[in-house]
Each structure stands twice: as C-alpha cells, then as structure tokens.
C-alpha cells in the first residue's frame, strides 16, 4: 500500500524564521535522511540547510559547496553531507561523484539543485521548494512521505 505524503507551507520573512522551520521540517519528515532543496539562485537554500545542519549538531561553519560539490560534516548522532549540484551538467557527473553511495549510507544528505538529478534522487527523499515572493518573504513547501517508506 503505498504512504500518503504530508505538504506543509511556511513564511520565512527572515533568516531568523529558518531555525523553527527547519525544526518542524526535521519533525515532521522524521523518517527522511535525504532532503532534496529546489530554488532560485539566492533564494535561501544555503540559510535554511544551516539551520538545519545546526539542529542536528553540526560544529562548524556550514557553507554551500558551490566548487566542492559535497561537504562533509559530523553531527551530533551521525555524518551529515551538504550537496551543492549547481555546477554539474548531467546525472552521471552526480552519479560519478557517488551520490547513489551518499544516499545509500544511512547519514543525512541535504541536496542544493536537487532538480539536476531526478532521478537519483530516492523516492524517500523529502522535497523542500523556496520561492521568492513580491514582498521579499520566502514560501517554503515541503513534502515528505508521511511514514518514510515508498
């Protein structure tokens, strides 16, 4: 039987919005390891994948791995990689770098450009989409399987 999926909607008119968000983005795709981030370029990606990085105890500086592709850091209870995919040109340049590795592992990935691999991308991911709206505030939609399990 296949799980629903749950869709939440929030306003971030600030960075400091992103912290309570990316709490209920984490409790509520409790089950989610990947979470796959799709927005313009400066839309906050990078802000909200921070606060992230922070709430499960990642110590130091969380920055986007624009020329590196993939940053790794130590959380509180396990490895958290930071992908940035805006550089790549196709699936296999993600493929060579060992994504599919990446998501298999169990550690938390968290993808920027999440759109240039549609197809590497687990069905058990959870979806974050940032929008920029006419007022300067943010939209972020999230969706995630509600159990976790294709």
Not at 57 to 83: I, K, N
Not at 103 to 111: I, K, P, Q, R
Request: proline share 5%; charged share 25%; aromatic share 10%.
């Amino acid at each position: 039987m296949p799980s629903r999926r749950i869709e939440r909607q929030y306003l971030s008119r600030s960075e400091a919005d992103l912290r309570p968000i990316a709490q209920d983005v984490l409790g509520t795709c409790n089950s989610a390891r990947i979470f796959a981030c799709y927005g313009d370029l400066g839309a906050g990606k990078t802000a909200l994948i921070r606060q992230i990085c922070l709430i499960l105890g990642v110590e130091d500086p969380v920055t986007s791995p624009t020329f590196a592709l993939v940053h790794e850091y130590a959380g509180r209870d396990d490895m958290v990689y930071h992908f940035d995919l805006y550089r790549i040109r196709s699936e296999a340049e993600a493929y060579d770098i060992g994504c599919e590795e990446y998501f298999a592992s169990g550690a938390w990935c968290l993808v920027e450009w999440a759109e240039r691999i549609p197809t590497l991308l687990p069905e058990t991911a959870a979806h974050i989409r940032i929008e920029y709206l006419p007022d300067g505030s943010r939209s972020i939609t999230l969706s995630c399987l509600a159990d976790g399990k294709a």
